[in-house]
């Protein structure tokens, strides 16, 4: 099958670097055709996505998936829906079908079924524990489930095998404050977020893009490397300027609520951009919301000891206009 081109977010351009949720609709078009508009972005990069999904399985799947209080509703409502989607948007690549309890969702690039009953529980021999880690297994996207009630809210579900510098195991169960208290500048958002968070439990789908630099386009930046890895080498964050190698690392985010159990499904897809690819433009945008970062961010970002040093090379190394 001919897959689609991957799609560009350039989140920089502002000049800006901003820490705001930043949510939009999913109707917004960022310039790439009907697929900004898709919870699910399948395109020629579907098969680097499931290696490094299966990569993780390999080394130990307990590493990039974890559960704290799933409520069995809400894996229901969720499971269900993430099925319908894909056949939604891509009726060619997907079938599903429910019968008497069952569930099955079939992957024609893949050849691969995945069957599950009422209980969430899989059916068939297979290399899932799950049936949203079996679903997480069919798509690009990293998926993770926030569960809020009258009392609290907490992070339930975490299926991360392209995490950015953090350990799920260290965010499952946290409120919304606790996981973001690494992130700097949301000082205010994190006193006061139930308000947005409620919001997002509106039947719908929003998007929103976050942005950093890696020096490699590696999808998995867990902290905690393979053990073939030595942790300098893995960490993707250390800037030479005598072979240089810098890419932007975007991820598009969606929040999709669930009203009826008073969850949110939330995705993320990693895209990355060699700055070599950048025009003039561009990289003067990228210059600006460098210089635009706090002290605090720079550290966030693992920038504050390279940050000059990437502005000095992306001005001296120009493209076309």
């Not at 999913?26 to 680097?48: A, C, K, M, T």
């Not at 704290?68 to 894909?86: G, H, K, P, V, Y």
């Not at 993770?144 to 799920?168: E, F, G, M």
């Amino acid at each position: 099958m001919l897959l689609a081109t991957p799609a560009t977010y350039l989140p920089f351009l502002s000049g800006k670097y901003s820490v705001s949720p930043g949510l939009k609709s999913l109707e917004v078009d960022f310039g790439n055709g009907s697929i900004d508009q898709r919870i699910f972005q399948i395109d020629r990069d579907y098969s680097r996505f499931m290696q490094n999904k299966q990569a993780c399985r390999k080394e130990g799947i307990a590493k990039y998936y974890h559960q704290s209080d799933e409520l069995a509703q809400t894996l229901r409502a969720i499971n269900q829906s993430i099925a319908q989607q894909l056949v939604s948007e891509y009726p060619s690549y997907f079938s599903y079908q429910h019968s008497q309890g069952v569930s099955e969702l079939k992957n024609h690039l893949r050849d691969t079924v995945v069957r599950w009953n009422a209980q969430e529980q899989l059916l068939g021999n297979n290399q899932y524990q799950s049936a949203f880690g079996a679903l997480a297994g069919q798509v690009p996207e990293d998926l993770a489930v926030w569960q809020l009630s009258d009392q609290r809210d907490y992070l339930s579900t975490i299926h991360l095998c392209a995490p950015n510098h953090w350990a799920p195991a260290e965010k499952v169960g946290q409120p919304f404050s606790a996981i973001h208290e690494p992130v700097a500048g949301m000082d205010k958002l994190r006193g006061n977020y139930r308000p947005m968070l409620s919001s997002l439990l509106q039947p719908k789908t929003r998007v929103r893009l976050a942005w950093g630099l890696s020096t490699d386009d590696r999808l998995n930046h867990h902290p905690e490397p393979p053990p073939d890895w030595n942790s300098e080498g893995w960490m993707g964050r250390s800037f030479d300027t005598d072979n240089p190698k810098l890419f932007v690392r975007v991820e598009r985010q969606t929040l999709t609520g669930f009203p009826e159990v008073n969850a949110v499904l939330f995705t993320i897809r990693t895209y990355f951009t060699d700055v070599r690819d950048l025009v003039t433009s561009e990289r003067q945008a990228l210059i600006k919301a460098l210089n635009s970062m706090s002290e605090a961010t720079l550290r966030y970002k693992g920038l504050l000891n390279d940050r000059d040093k990437v502005a000095q090379w992306l001005g001296q190394n120009k493209t076309g206009s």
